[in-house]
């Protein structure tokens, strides 16, 4: 029988000042993602590898998902430190994650100390740079992200998971605007030799920090519940006993969350070229279409293709941060049972009728699919950077349903296979694993706030780590499979180097600019996949 001790306990005042700690860490998470995504594909660009070879770099988030994750979230479930289950690993996950962008920041310096200047060098250098990234990706996924989107189930009763997620939503979309407008301003005429002398290497001193400081303040703000102690089989698990248990439960889900992740497989096929090479992409349509000569011939290609395709991701995560705050204002709640303020009486009965033609949050994540779609079957006709900043613009709604949709209904689900038992015990999917818990327990209520007025519902989320670690599986195996689609393209397309960043390659070497741009089709064939996604999310809304 596990033993729990404690309270969960968020600090502040207000509700709203509690779900902004307790999410805060999301807004160092994505700032890290967001430079990561803006610059390191140009900068791999830069350092000679050609797009085909880019995009097998980006297998590391898939590979860290689909391995780590699942293993660091059983692990974090059974975790007994007196700190809690999941901050342990965010802290530790984040001064691993700054070491490794500093490295990646200064990856030519430190390769020139050690390795003396030629073609070894160079080879030694992208060897690094690709280590780093990979790092980068292991431990963000694994410990960091897994870690604190747990939190959020782990802390909150069923009623407040539509709202914690709703939160988590607005702190990403703030990440990413910092982090975007940090990646459009000229930092090294700002603050000229201070954190490093290139664009990129400032930018890797601000991530490292701000994940750091953010992981620090949920950190503090958040007591967890403690685990005292599980079964005492639990014990002597190990890895391979572990992964066959993941690997069991992942092929025997219950059917909602099993049509969760398959909406979420659909989805990210799409996804996974835009969050990486859009930047690229808006960045290329300048060079061949709207530059100057001068532009074009500029020393330091990789900054201004950067601050380009930051622009627009900042127009892009503004939209996200307004379709955060105001959706959930116009989406109902899916337990619709939750206290309703009572409106004034002059303006009841127009409130009342607004109310009857809410969508709730599935058809609404239907809609987000299809204009999703919409806006990325349009990308190959982009001629001018404008049209091409207005398309990924567009796409911020559809991102504020794809990061607060999935975690919501997990969230809510998860926490029912603990509070809807008749003897309030945890639901036991297999019967010969040691890992789950088989003897009844008494979950004690959770609450955000401690007042008489709470809706507080019996929940656990004992296994939280598992089920989000199965959900990123489903995240990472389109991650492979556009990965794949994208080097297929980029092979038949653009086999050669960059002409617009690799200027130290032969002219010969470069591949030509004539044809389609491969990005494009590569965010055509996603936004296909997101149509496959609207219908899987139909499917889940007839579940419910």
Not at 401 to 428: C, D, K, M, Q
Request: aromatic share 12%.
């Amino acid at each position: 029988m596990a033993s729990w001790s404690g309270q969960p306990h968020v600090k502040g005042s207000t509700e709203a000042m509690r779900m902004a700690l307790l999410t805060f860490s999301l807004v160092g998470l994505q700032f890290t993602w967001g430079i990561e995504m803006t610059y390191c594909t140009p900068y791999l660009l830069q350092l000679g590898l050609t797009k085909s070879k880019t995009s097998l770099v980006w297998i590391a988030g898939p590979l860290s998902g689909l391995i780590m994750q699942p293993i660091v979230g059983v692990v974090a479930d059974r975790t007994t430190s007196k700190y809690g289950r999941r901050r342990p690993f965010m802290v530790i996950g984040s001064v691993i994650v700054a070491a490794c962008l500093l490295i990646l920041g200064w990856t030519k310096e430190v390769v020139g100390h050690f390795v003396p200047e030629g073609d070894f060098r160079r080879s030694c250098t992208i060897f690094v740079a690709v280590l780093a990234i990979y790092a980068v990706d292991f431990a963000i996924n694994a410990e960091v992200q897994a870690c604190c989107r747990s939190l959020i189930v782990d802390t909150l009763p069923i009623p407040k998971q539509q709202a914690g997620s709703s939160w988590a939503s607005r702190m990403c979309a703030i990440g990413h605007i910092v982090g975007y407008i940090a990646g459009t301003l000229d930092l090294v005429r700002m603050t000229g030799g201070m954190f490093g002398d290139t664009q990129f290497k400032k930018l890797t001193v601000l991530a490292a920090f701000g994940l750091m400081f953010s992981v620090a303040v949920t950190s503090w703000a958040v007591t967890e519940r403690v685990l005292i102690s599980s079964k005492a089989s639990d014990s002597q698990i190990g890895p391979i006993q572990m992964i066959s248990h993941i690997f069991r439960t992942a092929t025997n889900l219950p059917p909602k969350i099993q049509a969760i992740c398959t909406v979420q497989l659909w989805s990210w096929i799409g996804w996974f070229p835009f969050l990486f090479y859009s930047t690229t992409w808006v960045g290329e349509t300048y060079f061949r279409y709207d530059a100057p000569h001068d532009v074009k011939q500029s020393k330091d290609a990789l900054g201004d293709i950067g601050r380009i395709g930051s622009m627009s991701l900042v127009v892009f995560s503004c939209v996200t941060c307004i379709g955060a705050f105001l959706i959930p204002q116009f989406v109902k709640s899916p337990d619709g049972e939750g206290f309703t303020a009572r409106p004034p009486t002059a303006i009841a009965a127009w409130v009342t009728k607004i109310n009857e033609y809410k969508p709730d949050l599935l058809t609404a994540w239907i809609w987000g699919h299809c204009l999703f779609s919409f806006a990325m079957l349009m990308s190959p006709f982009a001629h001018s950077f404008r049209f091409a900043t207005f398309l990924v613009a567009l796409c911020g709604f559809p991102w504020a349903l794809a990061t607060w949709a999935p975690n919501t209904f997990l969230g809510i689900e998860v926490n029912r296979l603990s509070s809807t038992a008749p003897t309030g015990s945890y639901h036991r999917l297999s019967m010969d694993s040691p890992i789950e818990m088989s003897s009844p327990i008494t979950p004690t209520t959770l609450r955000l706030e401690h007042g008489p007025s709470d809706d507080a519902v019996s929940s656990t989320g004992e296994l939280s780590g598992l089920y989000f670690g199965i959900l990123n599986i489903y995240t990472t195996i389109p991650q492979f499979i556009g990965t794949f689609i994208s080097m297929i393209v980029f092979s038949i397309l653009e086999p050669g180097k960059s002409p617009e960043l690799a200027h130290d390659a032969h002219p010969d070497e470069h591949h030509g600019t004539d044809g389609p741009n491969a990005i494009a089709v590569c965010l055509f064939i996603g936004a296909i996949s997101n149509i496959g996604a609207a219908f899987a999310t139909k499917r889940l809304k007839d579940l419910q």
